[in-house]
């Protein structure tokens, strides 16, 4: 009966946002991807822009999940995780977007993200203890903002952002918006190791050179660096991403570098670069780490082909920490109300891979009569403790090799309905396998704009 009602009152938040969500916009109209459309910002000069002043517009998500295992692998005994039935549905992040032109060189940008619903807390007076005010956080979720930013469009070949960006390290984070990956979910092995969506305040240099079939993007960035504090061993760096506080620490900031290939049409092939001299020293206290030395390293590798007949993409991401031994040893003796989870051993090294494939049988049936339907596979190995420098070893409950398989209906261009089945093999099927059905729905779009 409760899996019933939650299926019920999903399809009525669906069927209310298919109405609400309207006609395409211009840009979708003339086949703009979600990504040319949201994501790349004043990338280019303003004369093939869609809007003159000001925009408005955002993307979000939702999702509820059907599993068969419990909260946490880690308490389940010899077996992994325990066999439990559970239902969880979540609004996983909803982002409201807007860009003003200045004028036509200088562009302000800015995306303010509500994640799981957002957050709140709560003053109460308490009588029955003395009248004492006590504070109560009444909601779980975040609010974050994702960017705030002035670009200054000089040239084509080369423009500068400064404020909070995007830091596009992998597929995910440098094309995050719901209907640029297949899953009802992003993809978890990204999403794992690293922060997502990541976002830091520094200054970025951006631009495209070359032509015809040597056509590249490139983006080069210095932003704030993580933070050794939040490193784990389910998470490997993911927690490090700075925010707790009023102010980032900037000691040892991070160099970023992209560079994409667009020289052929349908075909997107990227990689990323990130560097930090030494992440310990962006602790929270500088004693904390005092004589380490962590400097972190992560190199990716992803790609997209799409026509009108097939999508696949691919993506890899390989990780070094230096000093990840003596950040294990700093971190479990971390105070217990800190923010961080003090879950140790951190891994000297991290990885993870994966691709996907969705067919378009609108394309393939030729005729827009058919329902623009893409069914889809994908598989991820992923695994934050690939290398451990440590006498116990890595621990085999965090490698995950998964399928996933599922199908999206676009009822419009930037709206998209999707169902996926997902099974993940756990330490390559020593412990209990972990599996869910999923239902969701995502938009992506400009609202409005003058």
Not at 310 to 325: E, H, K, Q
Request: proline share 4%.
């Amino acid at each position: 009966m409760g899996k019933l009602t939650s299926l019920l009152a999903l399809c009525l938040v669906l069927s209310a946002n298919a109405l609400w969500a309207g006609e395409p916009d211009e840009a979708s109209a003339k086949g703009d991807t979600a990504e040319s459309t949201l994501k790349k910002k004043a990338t280019s000069t303003p004369d093939g822009d869609s809007y003159k002043k000001f925009r408005f517009g955002g993307y979000g998500e939702m999702v509820a999940s059907f599993k068969d295992y419990g909260i946490n692998r880690f308490f389940g005994g010899n077996r992994g995780n325990s066999d439990d039935h559970r239902n969880t549905i979540a609004i996983p992040r909803f982002v409201l977007a807007f860009d003003y032109k200045f004028n036509s060189k200088w562009i302000l940008g800015a995306e303010i993200e509500f994640e799981s619903g957002g957050t709140g807390t709560a003053v109460e007076l308490e009588n029955s203890e003395n009248g004492e005010y006590e504070t109560e956080i009444e909601k779980g979720g975040e609010v974050a903002l994702e960017q705030f930013h002035i670009t200054r469009l000089i040239h084509p070949a080369f423009n500068v952002r400064a404020g909070h960006l995007i830091v596009p390290v992998g597929l995910t984070n440098a094309h995050h918006e719901p209907v640029n990956f297949f899953g009802t979910y992003r993809p978890e092995g990204e999403t794992t190791i690293l922060p997502s969506t990541w976002h830091e305040t520094g200054i970025e240099f951006f631009g495209s050179f070359g032509r015809g079939y040597a056509t590249f993007d490139y983006q080069a960035l210095v932003v704030v660096g993580l933070n050794a504090n939040g490193f784990d061993r389910n998470n490997w760096v993911a927690g490090g991403k700075q925010g707790f506080f009023e102010v980032d620490n900037f000691t040892s900031p991070a160099y970023v570098a992209r560079l994409d290939y667009r020289g052929v049409p349908g075909l997107r092939i990227g990689g990323s670069f990130y560097y930090c001299v030494n992440t310990a020293s962006n602790s929270d206290k500088v004693a904390t780490y005092a004589g380490v030395k962590a400097p972190l390293r992560i190199y990716t590798v992803d790609g997209q082909y799409k026509n009108k007949y097939v999508t696949a993409r691919t993506n890899f991401v390989f990780g070094n920490l230096t000093g990840a031994t003596a950040i294990s040893n700093k971190n479990k003796g971390l105070s217990n109300s800190s923010p961080y989870t003090r879950v140790v051993q951190v891994a000297k090294r991290a990885v993870s891979y994966g691709a996907e494939l969705g067919l378009n049988l609108q394309g393939i049936a030729g005729t827009p009569k058919c329902p623009a339907l893409y069914p889809f596979a994908r598989y991820e190995y992923y695994n934050p403790q690939e290398e451990v420098i440590a006498r116990q070893g890595p621990d085999d409950r965090e490698k995950v090799g998964m399928w996933t398989a599922g199908l999206n209906w676009k009822a419009l261009p930037n709206l998209v309905f999707k169902a996926d089945y997902t099974t993940r093999k756990i330490g390559g099927g020593k412990y209990n396998s972990e599996n869910e059905f999923a239902i969701g729905v995502a938009y992506v779009g400009w609202f409005w704009s003058k």
